[in-house]
């Protein structure tokens, strides 16, 4: 292990001194331009997904008899709004201590409540993280007005006056928060997709120079193929690491002179030091995962021509597994959101949506060891077949976990 450990660093030193060391390394880290405009657009349609899947949910303190007017004027008027979700609507029963039962239904982190309504339709109250011009006062306004007409034509009376709803505004609530959390956590998946789309890539043309230039013999007659593969995929981490580290520089120094809006983002359920963190440990991950495969891969090619006729089916991949961990955020202890925690190549990108929205750090540890292993796995197997389909040595797949064929 140890003469592995050394000889990978001997190669990854290599790679890294080459690559920082060159001229086209100052257009690599121009190239920010473009993921910045890619991710703008990914992000913004991500955004746009979240506050759709993270409907507002407002909950109405009433009798049985109450709430069946309200949500019968509910009913009627949700065909007129379309695109537009109505607000869903959760009846609670009336309390002794009606304050506290408001803050008790606002705060609860299970139910994700925006709004509390109180009153009923004859002196109706709503109280929540909302606003006075937006759009689910304008839309609770919109079911009372109705609920209200229709007890009036009840009692044979062919007019209302306007209803007037008091607003009790609360700086924030569970439902606010947990739809804020949800746009950062598909901030944050989108960012790290579209930089280990960019940069792990290139691994798949990492070996064909020194195939066809005859190198990796040499370097296989010399160091193990696995000691290869680690310090390769070492080295354009490294690479992949000072490139990020600059742009953020880049990016929170901008911020810092351009903008002030800079504590209006929601911080993440686990606080920004810890998401922070997490970020860089699940990029790193990521790329580790896919470089890993794409060195596995890459390694079987032999020009260029067929790394480019790989690039397409593998960038195809990426897209549905970043769509797979699209679906999974949100629903973390549902099928998808277990089966995409679990499958290695999108767990970097469902585990850093939850980051976002839940403060558990434990099932992070988990997910972390989870996808070493895969790393370690991936490049064994790569390895491995390099070594029986290339180099024309080797047991296989099976003798790169020292299984041997009995008999």
Not at 170 to 185: D, K, M, P
Not at 246 to 256: E, S
């Amino acid at each position: 292990m140890r003469e592995l450990l050394k000889s990978a660093l001997v190669i990854g030193r290599r790679d890294f001194v080459a690559t920082v060391y060159s001229r086209s390394f100052i257009l690599f880290l121009l190239a920010p331009v473009l993921i910045i405009a890619i991710s703008g657009g990914f992000g913004a349609l991500s955004a746009n997904m979240a506050q759709q899947e993270s409907r507002p949910t407002v909950a109405v303190i009433a009798s049985p008899a109450e709430f069946a007017e309200i949500r019968a004027a509910y009913d009627r008027m949700e065909p007129a709004f379309g695109a537009y979700d109505l607000p869903e609507l959760r009846r609670d029963d009336p309390a002794r201590l009606a304050p506290a039962q408001v803050k008790r239904l606002l705060t609860a982190p299970d139910k994700r409540i925006l709004a509390v309504l109180t009153g009923g339709v004859d002196r109706p109250k709503l109280t929540g993280a909302i606003d006075e011009h937006g759009q689910v006062l304008r839309q609770m306004r919109a079911v009372i007005q109705d609920a209200r007409q229709q007890r009036a034509l009840a009692h044979a009376r062919t007019s209302v006056p306007p209803v007037s709803i008091e607003m009790v505004k609360v700086e924030e609530s569970t439902g606010s928060l947990a739809t804020a959390r949800s746009i950062t956590a598909r901030l944050g998946q989108t960012l790290l997709f579209m930089f280990t789309l960019f940069l792990a890539t290139m691994l798949l043309s990492n070996l064909v120079e020194e195939k066809s230039g005859k190198i990796i013999e040499v370097l296989a007659a010399a160091l193990p193929i696995d000691a290869i593969f680690f310090g390769k995929l070492g080295a354009m981490l490294c690479v992949s690491l000072v490139g990020v580290g600059v742009w953020t520089l880049t990016a929170v120094i901008g911020v810092n002179i351009w903008s002030h809006s800079v504590g209006a983002v929601p911080e993440p359920a686990v606080g920004w030091p810890v998401f922070v963190f997490l970020v860089f440990a699940y990029f790193a991950t990521n790329y580790l995962l896919l470089g890993a495969l794409f060195l596995g891969i890459g390694s079987q090619a032999s020009t260029v021509r067929e790394v480019q006729t790989l690039s397409m089916p593998v960038t195809m991949a990426q897209l549905l597994i970043f769509l797979f961990a699209s679906i999974a955020a949100g629903r973390f202890n549902g099928p998808f959101g277990i089966a995409a925690a679990i499958f290695p190549f999108s767990s970097p990108l469902t585990m850093i949506a939850r980051a976002a929205q839940t403060p558990e750090l434990w099932p992070h540890l988990a997910a972390l060891l989870w996808q070493l292993l895969w790393v370690w796995l991936t490049v064994r197997l790569g390895a491995a077949f390099f070594r029986r389909n290339v180099l024309k040595s080797g047991g296989g797949p099976a003798a790169a976990f020292g299984w041997r064929r009995r008999g």
